[in-house]
């Protein structure tokens, strides 16, 4: 199982990566080296094949974690839930968190702590992380994960998971 942060040749990726001043724009779980778990614009909550994915997709981070069965069961079925009830991506959350990176790019303001437009039956990318089971952050998972950029992401899990036995060096 692998953790990804990717971008992509996408305007929208292009201005992630712009306004939050990283390198990466998406986050997504890949299972197998074989079938993506992501949430799109488009799609929403979906499951790609690792090839198509691939085809549009630049890893710029990845943590990989060489779990067992059941620990990695325990991160594939809280996120085939979400897939299973088709759950939307939340653009009006995108919509506020798009608005707060630009404001933050411009007058260098802080990020507010949540997203006062989000839908907790939609999800972002980044808010798909709050589905992982705790071992995945250290024990230490957040509350919430409506305002987190996927830089963020990336350093917080990596972060909290850098001297755990399961995970690839």
């Known amino acids: 199982m692998r953790l990804l942060w990717t971008k992509n040749s996408k305007i929208g990726s292009k201005l992630i990566c712009w306004g939050t001043e990283g390198d990466c724009s998406h986050f997504a779980v890949e299972f197998d080296d074989c079938v993506v778990l992501q949430s799109n614009m488009l799609q929403g909550v979906n499951l790609v094949s690792s090839n198509e994915f691939f085809k549009h997709n630049e890893i710029m981070h990845e943590i990989k974690f060489n779990s067992d069965l059941d620990d990695e069961e325990s991160v594939w079925q809280p996120l085939v839930k ?64 409506s305002f987190v950029t996927p830089i963020n992401l990336f350093h917080m899990i990596d972060e909290r998971t850098k001297n755990a036995n399961f995970r690839t060096h």
Not at 133 to 140: A, Y
Request: proline share 6%; charged share 30%.
């Open 82 to 145: 979400r897939l299973a009830s088709k759950a939307d991506y939340d653009k009006k959350a995108m919509a506020y968190w798009a608005l707060q990176v630009i404001k933050h790019r411009i007058t260098g303001s802080p990020y507010p702590q949540t997203n006062k437009w989000d839908d907790a039956k939609k999800y972002m990318c980044i808010e798909l992380a709050l589905e992982l089971p705790d071992f995945i952050f250290g024990d230490k998972k957040p509350d919430s994960l």
